[in-house]
Nanobody, 127 residues
Framework: QVQLVESGGGLVQAGGSLRLSCAASGRTFGNSAMGWFRQAPGKEREFVAT????????QYEDSVKGRFAISRDNAKNTVYLQMNSLKPEDTAVYYC????????????????????WGQGTQVTVSS
């Protein structure tokens, strides 16, 4: 069993920055690809970013490329999402997800590719 706890969300003005963190329990973090997804009110959950278990490969949704950066610290069992130049359309609940048992270089942009999910953290960007 893997427990994921997100933190770092909040209210920020457009153009501002936030750094989300996701702390994972258990000893499977190093064997897991990690992802960030988001869900805005009235919309389906969508992919934001993913990182391979070895941290070498990353993948981003087109609208966040160049503004968001995903990273991980396997020693701390934590994955991060640095969000810069935030826009009102980035407002959503952001979820961390783990894909336990992934190969070293694999990533996934699909919800179905993940075994475990956190409870989410709210990000609100005001105009």
């Amino acid at each position: 069993q893997v427990q994921l706890v997100e933190s770092g969300g909040g209210l920020v003005q457009a153009g501002g920055s936030l750094r989300l963190s996701c702390a994972a329990s258990g000893r499977t973090f190093g064997n897991s690809a990690m992802g960030w997804f988001r869900q805005a009110p009235g919309k389906e959950r969508e992919f934001v970013a993913t990182i391979s278990r070895n941290g070498v490969n990353t993948q981003y949704e087109d609208s966040v490329k160049g503004r968001f950066a995903i990273s991980r610290d396997n020693a701390k069992n934590t994955v991060y999402l640095q969000m810069n130049s935030l826009k009102p359309e980035d407002t959503a609940v952001y979820y961390c997800a783990a894909r336990v048992g992934a190969s070293s270089y694999s990533t996934s942009a699909y919800i179905s590719g993940y075994n475990y999910w956190g409870q989410g953290t709210q990000v609100t960007v005001s105009s």
